[in-house]
Every structure is written in C-alpha cells, then in structure tokens.
C-alpha cells in the first residue's frame, strides 16, 4: 500500500488551473488543463538517488487524474507467476503552483504528501520527500 501512497504522492496530488495567474492583463485560456491530468505509468523510481529496479507487475500500475481534482491508482504485485491487483488508491489533488502538488489520499490513515512535480512532453517527473528520504519517480502518459 505505501507504494500506491508514494507513487501518488506521487500521486500519487493536484488540480486544474482554474486561475489565471496574469491578474487578466492579456488574453489566453483561463480553464487550460493541468498537464498533471491523464493516465500513467510508472517507468523509473529512485530512492535517495538510487535507481530501483522494477519488475514486470510494476508496469501494470497506473495512475489516473481526472481535471475533477480527483485521482485513483493501481498497485499490483507477483503471486503464483502472475500480476494480481493488490489495491486501489484515490483521493483529491490540488496544484499549489510553482511545481508544488498536494495530494490527499481518501484512506483515514494516509496521510496528506505535497510533492515537486514537472512536465517534459509526455513525462512527469515527481519528487517527494520524507523521515526515509528523497523519492523519485519517473511516469509515462499511457
């Protein structure tokens, strides 16, 4: 469970831009999606900048963002040679802006993580911080 906490904190914690940022001093798009919004996978994790292998049940969990400001992942592990889905996660995202998302998990004894999130194409890149350490986790649009 604290892998699907991670990878939404990872995760799996964010929203829509629903504010514009240039007190409306040009024209532009006030309700542009978040790029946070999508579907994605997993590709690289690393701890304390350590690169952990991942195995084939890791390329089945994938992170879901909807612009509702919500979001739901998978976490999967091996059993008896195959991936068995070991649980689901969801919970509320909110972009506090400058790279910073707060992602609160709805699980009562989960708590609340704000994570450093960006953006180069269809790669995300989330780095997250705790009692353990540096977290970082390399996802994919699927």
């Not at 997993?42 to 919500?70: H, M, P, R, W, Y």
């Not at 994570?115 to 540096?134: H, K, L, Y």
């Amino acid at each position: 469970m604290k892998k699907i906490i991670l990878l939404f904190a990872a995760i799996s914690t964010i929203m829509i831009s629903c504010k514009s940022d240039d007190d409306g001093a040009g024209p532009g798009p006030v309700d542009m999606q978040d790029p946070f919004v999508g579907t994605w996978k997993i590709t690289q994790e690393f701890e304390n900048g350590v690169e952990i292998a991942l195995d084939a049940c890791d390329a089945e969990d994938t992170l879901t963002v909807t612009s509702d400001q919500k979001f739901s992942g998978t976490s999967h592990d091996l059993e008896n040679g195959t991936c068995t889905l070991q649980g689901t996660l969801t919970g509320g995202w909110e972009n506090l802006g400058n790279n910073i998302y707060k992602i609160t998990p709805d699980l009562s004894e989960a708590e609340e993580i704000q994570a450093t999130i960006t953006f180069s194409g269809n790669t995300m890149t989330i780095v997250t911080n705790d009692e353990d350490g540096e977290l970082k986790e390399i996802l994919t649009r699927s």
